[in-house]
Nanobody, 122 residues
């Protein structure tokens, strides 16, 4: 499956952005989908994941601010990010896993998008 992330940009602290991840190639609904991010000088970290049935899991620091969702009919996943903080600044990557669980480790994800930059100014 091919993944294309979009929607990043520059926003002030407290603002919002919505990221999208468009998938093509194979049956989107069969994959667990996830968002990861990588800040400068840091390792890539898990942000959120969603199963085909809509069950979700989040990094503690984004709970209540970020919402992951998916539209299986449109082969697209979203990450609505509200109340953004400067520490949310990173390149955000979408990923797909053919496994059945809400994985938080990168190595469980088979396919990756190219990343989209999110910059939150203070």
């Amino acid at each position: 499956v091919q993944l294309q992330a979009s929607g990043g940009g520059l926003v002030q602290a407290g603002g919002s952005l919505r990221l999208s991840c468009a998938a093509s190639g194979r049956t989107f609904s069969g994959y667990v989908m996830g968002w990861f991010r990588q800040a400068p000088g840091k390792e890539r970290e898990f942000v959120a994941a969603i199963r085909s049935n809509g069950i979700t899991y989040y990094l503690d620091s984004v709970k209540g601010r970020f919402t992951i969702s998916r539209d299986n009919a449109k082969n697209t996943m979203y990450l609505q990010m509200n109340s953004l903080k400067p520490e949310d600044t990173a390149v955000y990557y979408c990923a797909a896993s053919s496994g059945g669980y809400l994985y938080t480790k990168q190595y469980y994800y088979n396919y990756w998008g190219q990343g989209t930059q999110v910059t939150v100014s203070s």
